[in-house]
């Protein structure tokens, strides 16, 4: 299934109807330098489209993750605990969070609408 993503810089893979995984995209990794450190919400949180569900920490500041869906967060990604670098290797591959339940979704952007909002930044 194609990647979504939105304009603060989130990719949504829609696995079903009401079922998401959320993570960073490049544009946004590449910008906030070498992750060293990742806040993630418990699984069971409900999250909100458009309001942080997330945090990340980079040699230069700290960041939030703002979810692009409205829903409850199923599933959590334990590694990047460990090892937040890996947003930074593979953004598309390091998922912050599975959500499922999901009634409501941001305006999202498909690649190439994504990389021309990019482009005019």
Do not use: C, R
């Amino acid at each position: 299934m194609a990647k979504l993503f939105s304009k603060s810089h989130e990719w949504v893979e829609m696995t079903d109807e009401t079922t998401a995984v959320i993570g960073l995209t490049d544009y946004a990794q590449k910008e906030l330098g070498g992750l060293v450190f990742v806040n993630l919400p418990e699984e069971g949180d409900d999250i909100t489209a458009g309001e942080t569900f997330a945090d990340v920490e980079s040699v230069k500041a700290v960041s939030d993750v703002i979810s692009p869906v409205t829903g409850v967060v199923s599933e959590v990604n334990e590694e990047l605990l460990d090892a937040p670098e890996s947003i930074n290797e593979a953004p598309y591959e390091a998922w912050f969070v599975k959500v499922s339940d999901i009634t409501e979704k941001e305006e999202l952007l498909t690649e190439e609408e994504y990389d021309a909002f990019v482009a005019a930044l």
